[in-house]
C-alpha cells in the first residue's frame, strides 16, 4: 500500500541537511547553510529571557500579538514608508517558510499558475504543489543573473494567479534593480495577478544599495504580500519568527491558512522581536557593513585560492566558479569530495535549478566569525597548493 504523500515523496532530503550532516561527519567548516555562528543582539535574547519569566507562556493570539504587529508596521513604515493597519494587514508565523506556506496556500487554488523565478529556495516548489497550483519556471543564470525578461513575459498567460520571488536573492546574492522590479510589477498588474515577495535578507543588502519592496510599487500595495524573517534580521535563525504584511483582503486570506498551519508562535519571542524591531537604524546599518565586511574576507580568499568568484550584492552567500580549479567537474561531486577531503563545505548551485544543468558553481555563505572564514580559506589554500583533488587521488 501506498501511504506517503505523493507530491513529497518525490523529494529526497534537503541539500542543507544533508551537506550539514557530511560537514559534521567530517570536522568540515560548514559554509553550506546560511546560519550565523554568533548568538544576535543581546539586548533582543535579554528581553526574550525576561518575558519567558514573566508570564504569558499561554497561547497568543492567532494572528500575532499586538504589540509585535504594531512593530512590524511602524518598521514597515520607518524603513520604506509604506502604512500598514497593524490589526487587519500583518500576520506574524512560525518563521518565513510557514508564511510562504499560508501566503500560497491561503491565496492559490488547483490549476492556478505561479511563475517562479530560479535558482529556487528548496521549499518554493513543493508547496505551489501541494496547493495544487502549477508551477511556470523563468530563470536567472550566472554569472550576471540578469532577468529574462522575453521569457518571463511568455510565462505569464490567462491562468497566471501569482509571481512569487524573492530579493533579495537566495542563492544568487542579486539585489532587483528598481528597473527589474518595475518590467515584474506590470506583468503582475496586466494579468490582474499577486506577487508574494520573499524579502528575509531584506536588511542584508551591500556596498551603498537599498532595499525596495514591491509593495512600494505603482498600484502594488494590493496585490502584494510582503515575507519578512526576523531570523536573518536578528541573526536567530532557530527562533522562527516570520510575519506576512498584506493589503487587509489579502491578509485575511493569509490568516486563514495559517490558523490551520502552526495557528500561533510562541508568544515570548515574539516580544523580543518586537523590541528589536524598533531598536535604533545603526543596528540595521552595522549588521550591512558587518556582514560586507565577511563578505569580502571570504571572496578574496577565495580568489586568491583559484575560484572565479561572482558579485554579492546582498543576503549570506556568494556564488564561484569552480572551473578554474577543477575544469567540468560535477558541482555536487565538487561539493561533497571539499567537505570530505579539504574540511570545508559548499552547496551546489545545481540544487537550486530543477533541471540540475548548472553545473559548474558553488555557494559558499559568509555570515560566521572572521576566524571560522580565515580558517575556511587556509584549509582551501593547503589543499589546492598541494595539488587539490589530483594530490588526494594519488595519496
Given at each position: 500500500?501506498?501511504?506517503a504523500?505523493?507530491?513529497?515523496s518525490?523529494?529526497?532530503t534537503?541539500?542543507?541537511t544533508?551537506?550539514?550532516?557530511l560537514a559534521?561527519?567530517h570536522?568540515a567548516v560548514?559554509l553550506?547553510?546560511?546560519?550565523p ?5 543581546e539586548e533582543v535574547r535579554?528581553?526574550?529571557a ?5 508570564g ?6 492567532m494572528?500575532g ?5 504594531r512593530?512590524?508596521a ?6 520604506y514608508?509604506i502604512e ?15 508564511a510562504?506556506?499560508a501566503?500560497l496556500?491561503?491565496?492559490?487554488n488547483?490549476?492556478d499558475?505561479v511563475v517562479?523565478i530560479?535558482p ?10 501541494l496547493a495544487?497550483a ?6 536567472v543564470?550566472?554569472?550576471?543573473w540578469?532577468l ?6 511568455a ?5 497566471t494567479?501569482m509571481?512569487?520571488?524573492n ?9 532587483f534593480s528598481?528597473?527589474?522590479?518595475t518590467?515584474l510589477a506590470d506583468?503582475v ?6 506577487v508574494?515577495c ?5 536588511h542584508?543588502?551591500?556596498?551603498g544599495?537599498?532595499?525596495r519592496?514591491m509593495?512600494?510599487l ?5 496585490r502584494?504580500v510582503?515575507?519578512g524573517?526576523?531570523?536573518k534580521t536578528?541573526s536567530?535563525t532557530?527562533?522562527k ?7 487587509a ?8 491558512a495559517?490558523?490551520f498551519?502552526t495557528f500561533?508562535?510562541?508568544p515570548?519571542?515574539?516580544r523580543?522581536?518586537?523590541h528589536?524591531?524598533t531598536?535604533d537604524?545603526?543596528y ?5 557593513a558587518?556582514l560586507?565586511?565577511k563578505?569580502?574576507l571570504?571572496s578574496?580568499?577565495?580568489r586568491?585560492?583559484?575560484f572565479?568568484?561572482l558579485a ?13 580549479l577543477v575544469?567540468?567537474?560535477d558541482d555536487?561531486e565538487?561539493?561533497r569530495r571539499?567537505?570530505?577531503e579539504?574540511g570545508v563545505t559548499?552547496?551546489?548551485f545545481s540544487a537550486f535549478y530543477?533541471?540540475g544543468?548548472?553545473r559548474?558553481?558553488?555557494r ?6 572572521e576566524s ?9 589554500e593547503?589543499?589546492f597548493?598541494?595539488g587539490g583533488?589530483?594530490?588526494a587521488r594519488s595519496?
Open positions: 500500500m501506498q501511504f504523500n505523493q507530491i513529497l518525490g523529494y529526497g534537503t541539500i542543507f544533508v551537506m550539514s550532516a559534521q561527519e570536522g560548514n553550506g547553510q546560511g546560519f555562528d554568533w548568538e544576535g543582539p535579554r528581553v526574550a525576561d518575558a519567558l519569566m514573566a504569558g507562556n499561554q497561547y497568543p493570539p494572528a500579538i499586538p504589540e509585535l504587529r512593530a512590524v511602524e518598521h514597515d513604515h520607518r524603513f514608508g500598514v493597519d497593524p490589526m487587519r494587514e500583518v500576520i506574524v508565523t512560525s518563521g518565513a517558510t510557514e510562504l506556506a501566503a496556500l491561503g491565496l492559490l488547483p490549476g499558475e517562479l530560479e529556487l529556495y528548496d521549499s518554493y516548489l513543493p508547496i505551489v504543489q495544487g502549477v508551477p511556470k519556471l523563468v530563470r543564470e550566472p554569472p550576471h540578469q529574462p525578461r522575453e521569457a518571463l513575459t510565462a505569464f498567460g490567462p491562468k494567479r509571481l512569487l520571488m530579493s533579495p536573492m537566495n542563492p544568487t546574492g542579486k539585489v528598481d528597473d527589474d522590479l518590467f506583468l498588474k496586466a494579468h490582474n495577478a499577486v508574494v520573499d524579502e528575509v535578507h531584506e542584508l543588502v551591500f556596498d544599495r537599498a532595499h519592496p509593495m512600494t505603482p498600484g502594488m500595495r494590493e502584494t510582503r515575507v524573517s526576523a531570523g536578528f536567530l532557530g527562533w519568527v516570520g510575519y506576512l504584511v498584506a493589503d483582503p489579502i491578509a485575511a486570506a493569509l490568516g486563514r495559517h490558523q498551519l500561533t508562535t510562541a515570548n519571542l515574539q523580543a522581536v518586537a528589536g524591531l531598536m537604524r545603526s540595521f546599518d552595522g549588521l550591512a558587518d560586507a565586511a563578505r569580502d571570504l578574496a580568499g577565495l586568491r585560492v583559484g572565479d568568484v554579492a550584492e546582498g543576503t549570506y552567500f556568494i556564488g564561484a566558479d569552480i572551473r578554474p575544469g567540468d567537474m555536487v565538487f561539493s571539499l567537505t570530505v579539504a559548499c552547496l551546489p530543477q533541471a544543468d548548472i559548474n558553481f558553488v559558499f555563505c559568509f555570515c560566521k566569525r571560522v572564514l580565515e580558517e575556511a580559506v587556509a584549509r582551501l593547503r589543499f597548493a598541494a583533488f589530483q594530490q595519496a
